[in-house]
């Protein structure tokens, strides 16, 4: 069974930094690909990122400059690096695996920017 479990939220001001992490468990690690989502209140899920088992990564235009993906295959875990934070940034931050057919999604940390 797939877990995974980010960690790294909270309050931040805006301008400043935070980086998120994801670690991923009963999963083939090295070879899914891992995306990061967001949820702001009222709003649909929009996808923020992602790192495929090669290292590629694509960022969302919201994003690009600012946050910076990354993984350690070893730690099983995926990081958000996000800096230049926005209050539209504020959201519920989800981590989800791809690996074959298998889709699966962390419970999500909140990320709150004030202004």
């Known amino acids: 069974q797939v877990q995974l479990v980010e960690s790294g939220g909270g309050l931040v001001q805006a301008g400043g930094s935070r980086r998120l992490s994801c670690v991923a468990s009963?999963?083939?690690?090295?070879?899914?690909?891992m995306d990061w989502y967001r949820q702001a209140p009222g709003k649909q899920r929009e996808f923020v990122a992602t790192?495929?088992?090669?290292?590629?990564?694509v960022y969302a235009d919201s994003v690009k400059g600012r946050f910076t993906i990354s993984r350690d295959n070893i730690k099983n875990t995926v990081y958000l690096q996000m800096n230049s934070l926005k209050p539209e940034d504020t959201a519920v931050y989800y981590c989800a695996a791809r690996l074959g057919g298998m889709h699966s999604w962390g419970k999500g940390t909140l990320v709150t920017v004030s202004s």
């Open positions: 790192i495929t088992a090669r290292d590629n990564t």
């Open positions: 009963g999963i083939i690690f090295v070879g899914a690909t």
